[in-house]
């Protein structure tokens, strides 16, 4: 199998972290730290994807690219 990198976004809450990808729409993660919301968002994106296989579902190739610009 073929290692496939997709853009994540993280965010920050009040209380905690969030991530989304975005070429894989309802996987998304939370976490108290970047370091954990980044290990958890690579879990549920691996279930996300497995998940699909087993459905049948084609698994969207890496369209989206993230990047920060400084304004």
């Known amino acids: 199998m073929r290692v496939m990198e997709y853009a994540v976004i993280i965010e920050s809450g009040p209380r905690n972290m969030s991530a989304y990808l975005p070429d894989l729409p309802g996987c998304v993660a939370t976490g108290w730290t970047e370091e954990e919301v980044i290990k958890n ?11 699909m296989r087993e459905a049948g579902e084609r698994v969207p190739k890496p369209t989206c690219k993230a990047v920060q610009v400084k304004l």
């Open 41 to 51: 968002i690579r879990d549920a994106a691996r279930f996300h994807i497995e998940g």
